[in-house]
């Protein structure tokens, strides 16, 4: 079977290694350099405390992948799983928290609801009266997304997939019935059984250039690295105030990555054209955030650098993962978890296309027809 991936990214390559290990002759089509989407700018997370039980079973069928990655890939990734720290300073959230545990754990993620004073033993830099109640995962981490995305590539490639970089997508053609066929590159057309569509910001167009609308839209996030007033210690877990937005985690020698959506406005942005720096203004506002809930930021804490990236969000956070239309498998939307959920997502690609359907965890709440039909289930812990 001849399958034409759009899109180089971490989705795409993890995508590209599963279907050529199972025999598909594969060819990943990336418009810029591998990772030069969203792969790249990832701050790296990995996690199974979700609230909704589809994304939950992502998680722990792509946890299996990144607890063994050094021995399936031979690649060092940092995988470090420190955890995650939810926290809640309302009771309406400490109440879906509790909820949330108890689903996780009816689904295999050893997740605990805390007390603010047990959170604060996690992470000894948490100002602990500033919450009512936290969660933890001993799953939970986080790892090099540069470093997993070569990975991929370089496995996709040893399997027999062919990566073409600076390969734009300019057409998805049908044939008489509608069927997907293949994709028109500005480098000559490529005839394909399925097209798999992995363009993360950029997937709402190639769902568009063969004829379906994705209600996936980019999003602009940022990430600051900061040297804080006090070294946050290369243990903690990533700590997230729910409630606020406001979320850290350590990187090495006791800096940290900053972040936090905290404008009312979210404008969509052309993922070709937006301003890939960090605000200025935005980071002073982060580091203030982190300031009001830790003891390791302050009026000292120096920004030394960041960046920004796009999420591909959908209307209630969910990845879109189906074949969309016969022919085209859409692997998109994922709101800013497609590193975390690669490994499955790339098995159930694979699955996809070659079984007729997949089977690795249930997919069908993540069919987009779940839009037409009104469904109301958003995904709550995502920042």
Not at 214 to 227: G, N
């Amino acid at each position: 079977m001849d399958v034409a991936i759009v899109g180089g990214g971490i989705v795409g390559c993890a995508s590209a290694y599963e279907l050529a290990r199972r025999g598909a002759d594969v060819v990943v089509c990336e418009k810029g350099s591998i990772g030069g989407g969203s792969t790249e700018r990832a701050a790296g997370g990995i996690r199974a405390q979700f609230s909704t039980p589809v994304n939950v079973d992502l998680s722990l069928a792509s946890v299996r992948v990144w607890e063994s990655f050094e021995e399936r890939f031979g690649a060092e990734i940092d995988y470090r799983p420190n955890g995650y720290l939810f926290l809640a300073r309302e009771a309406e959230t400490a109440a879906a928290f509790e909820a949330n545990v108890a689903m996780q754990n009816e689904r295999g993620a050893p997740s605990e609801l805390l007390d603010p004073e047990a959170a604060r033993e996690r992470c000894p830099g948490l100002r602990a009266d500033r919450f009512v109640a936290a969660t933890y995962c001993p799953l939970d981490g986080f790892a090099d997304p540069h470093s997993a995305l070569q990975a991929y590539a370089r496995a996709a490639t040893a399997e027999g997939a062919e990566i073409r970089t600076k390969t734009a997508v300019t057409d998805v053609p049908t044939d008489s019935t509608g069927r997907v066929v293949g994709v028109e590159t500005d480098d000559g057309r490529i005839d394909a059984d399925y097209v798999v569509n992995a363009a993360g910001p950029w997937a709402r167009r190639v769902g568009e250039l063969a004829g379906v609308s994705l209600p996936i839209a980019p999003k602009r996030r940022q990430i600051a690295v900061v040297d804080p007033e006090e070294p946050v210690p290369e243990t903690d877990p990533l700590a997230i105030d729910l409630d606020t937005g406001s979320y850290f985690r350590p990187e090495r020698g006791g800096e940290a990555l900053v972040g936090g959506h905290f404008a009312d406005a979210d404008p969509d942005r052309d993922p070709d054209a937006y301003d890939g720096s960090i605000d200025f203004d935005w980071a002073a506002d982060a580091v203030e955030a982190a300031a009001d809930w830790t003891t390791y930021f302050g009026p000292d804490a120096r920004i030394k650098r960041g960046w920004a990236g796009l999420y591909a969000v959908t209307p209630d956070h969910h990845a879109i993962l189906e074949e969309t239309v016969p022919g085209l498998v859409t692997a998109a939307g994922f709101s800013g978890h497609g590193f975390q959920h690669a490994p499955a997502t790339g098995k159930l690609v694979a699955e996809l296309a070659l079984d007729g359907e997949a089977s690795l965890v249930d997919a069908s709440r993540l069919s987009s027809a779940r839009f037409e039909a009104g469904e109301k289930r958003t995904e709550r812990n995502v920042v």
